[in-house]
């Protein structure tokens, strides 16, 4: 399984960023694909996660209503829109063979990253 993440970069306080994260290797409808985001002295954090196109569990309390994750088979994006300096991390998309079920939630339950991408907002 490999994962590539694009999208990260600088933005200011109010603006927007797309991030794209590309799965490849294993078969789409088997795999939960997740965003997980970890600031400087922080614990990494789950953003949301996806089993498949039509499937959702939400986003995370500090997220919701700025952020929304989709999902097209092995592509999966993350739309970041009102951008606050608390959401500077680095980005990480994320993935794990959970064939039935509700996606698992946490770092833990995942087993293939990305190399990650950095989103830092200025305010």
């Known amino acids: 399984v490999q994962l590539v993440e694009s999208g990260g970069g600088?933005?200011?306080?109010?603006?927007s960023l797309r991030l794209t994260c590309t799965g490849s290797d294993f078969v789409y409808a088997d795999y939960c694909m997740g965003w997980f985001r970890q600031a400087p002295g922080?614990?990494?954090?789950?953003?949301?996660?996806r089993r498949s196109r039509n499937t959702s569990t939400g986003v995370a309390d500090s997220v919701k209503g700025r952020f929304t994750i989709s999902r097209d088979k092995n592509t999966l994006t993350l739309q970041m829109n009102s951008l606050k300096a608390e959401d500077t991390a680095m980005y990480y998309c994320a993935a794990a063979?959970?064939?039935?079920g509700?996606?698992?939630?946490?770092?833990?339950?995942?087993?293939f990253w990305g190399?990650?991408?950095?989103?830092?907002?200025?305010s």
């Open 10 to 15: 600088s933005v200011q306080a109010g603006g």
């Open 97 to 100: 063979y959970f064939p039935w």
């Open 115 to 122: 190399q990650g991408t950095q989103v830092t907002v200025s």
């Open 42 to 49: 922080k614990e990494r954090e789950g953003i949301g996660y």
């Open 102 to 111: 509700s996606c698992p939630v946490g770092p833990t339950s995942y087993k």
